[in-house]
């Protein structure tokens, strides 16, 4: 120990000594140095790897030990070589030089905003189309692009090839299906005088219409025959494109019934046993009749039920708002939004109640 105490302060003595020639700029600048490498070395004192300098580091470095003379650098102790330190200054002058002589645009300019926005809806709007059937509509319109363009494009903003976009979907199949489907399905309540009552409705898939085709006590089988002939009769007065219908395996749906419907061209679609999710927009309507009306409504006998029907037939297919169909009703488009700020500021909201209020209507007044 004593021997190393000796040893350090002779050395220390002499490096004293060595100082005493050098300006005090010199000093500074060396003192400069040597901080920064104590800095740079607590920064990286949990890595045990080798010392790594950030570029930062490396140009404020070369700035400073370019200034300092050479027989000060011979003996100025740095965690790198002085070939090292020369490869900086000559990496910091080769970017300065390419940052001051870099040409003001490289390459082709950039495609113009509108057509990325027109490539997008075209892939959007045909997800079966590749960059290539892409690029040939876009040359039929006038535009000139190059195909690579196109695919460029398409993979910047995410856009699977072709094949994987063409895929269908349940949801997007069922969508294009829905013109084509029916659902019916049997309602059950319980009059006040305690008669079990049945109810037959029908709900078009792509309109969401409901049409009530009857209530009785006994669903006999000519009874629901004769209902399903009036249903075949209004679906061609109205021009219904229907071609299936869907329903569940319930016994009260005769054998004839699905005759008379394939000889109006609708085929009978059987759901699963108890797999009510296959008939869901039926199943949401028999919902939205329980909630809104049958629970809600003291029914008195069948007459009453009839007209209980009627009119919630009425509200839900005129002003009841649906989501499916943008918050419209199945026999009304959705109106147009009110723009005039004097007339929002001014509401007048009528309303119009149905069965003794249990179903609100609101309107403007006139």
């Not at 404020?60 to 300092?68: E, N, R, V």
């Not at 363009?149 to 910047?156: A, D, S």
């Not at 009453?304 to 488009?333: S, W």
Request: aromatic share 6%; hydrophobic share 40%.
């Amino acid at each position: 120990m004593f021997l190393r105490l000796a040893y350090l302060t002779v050395t220390n003595a002499f490096a004293a000594l060595r100082l005493l020639p050098m300006s005090d700029r010199d000093k500074d600048v060396e003192i400069l140095i040597l901080g920064h490498q104590i800095t740079v070395l607590e920064r990286q004192l949990d890595a045990n790897t080798r010392v790594r300098f950030a570029p930062e580091d490396r140009a404020l470095l070369a700035a400073l030990l370019t200034s300092l003379p050479r027989e000060v650098l011979r003996r100025l102790r740095l965690l790198v070589r002085p070939d090292t330190v020369l490869r900086w200054h000559r990496d910091l002058m080769k970017r300065r030089h390419a940052r001051i002589c870099r040409p003001k645009r490289r390459g082709r300019p950039a495609t113009v905003r509108s057509i990325r926005v027109l490539i997008l809806r075209l892939v959007r709007e045909n997800p079966g189309w590749g960059y290539r059937r892409v690029h040939g509509e876009l040359t039929t319109l006038g535009i000139e692009i190059a195909p690579s363009t196109v695919w460029e494009i398409l993979k910047q903003a995410g856009v699977d090839p072709a094949p994987e976009r063409a895929s269908t979907t349940w949801a997007d199949f069922l969508r294009s299906q829905a013109d084509a489907l029916l659902a019916c399905d049997f309602i059950e309540t319980v009059t006040l005088s305690g008669q079990r009552q049945y109810i037959l409705a029908v709900i078009e898939h792509a309109t969401r219409r409901v049409r009530v085709l009857g209530t009785t006590a006994h669903p006999s089988a000519n009874w629901v025959t004769q209902a399903i002939r009036n249903l075949a009769m209004d679906l061609e007065d109205a021009g219904c494109r229907a071609r299936f219908l869907l329903r569940d395996r319930d016994r009260k749906f005769p054998a004839l019934m699905d005759e008379i419907l394939a000889e109006a061209g609708i085929k009978t679609v059987l759901t699963g046993a108890r797999m009510p999710r296959m008939n869901s927009i039926m199943e949401r309507w028999v919902q939205s009749c329980r909630r809104e009306l049958l629970d809600r409504c003291l029914v008195w006998n069948e007459h009453h039920l009839r007209h209980a029907l009627r009119e919630y037939e009425h509200f839900y297919n005129r002003h009841r708002a649906h989501q499916a169909l943008d918050q419209a009703a199945p026999r009304r488009p959705a109106p147009a939004p009110i723009t005039d700020p004097g007339r929002i500021t001014d509401l007048n909201v009528r309303r119009r109640d149905r069965l003794g209020s249990v179903l609100h209507e609101y309107s403007h007044a006139a």
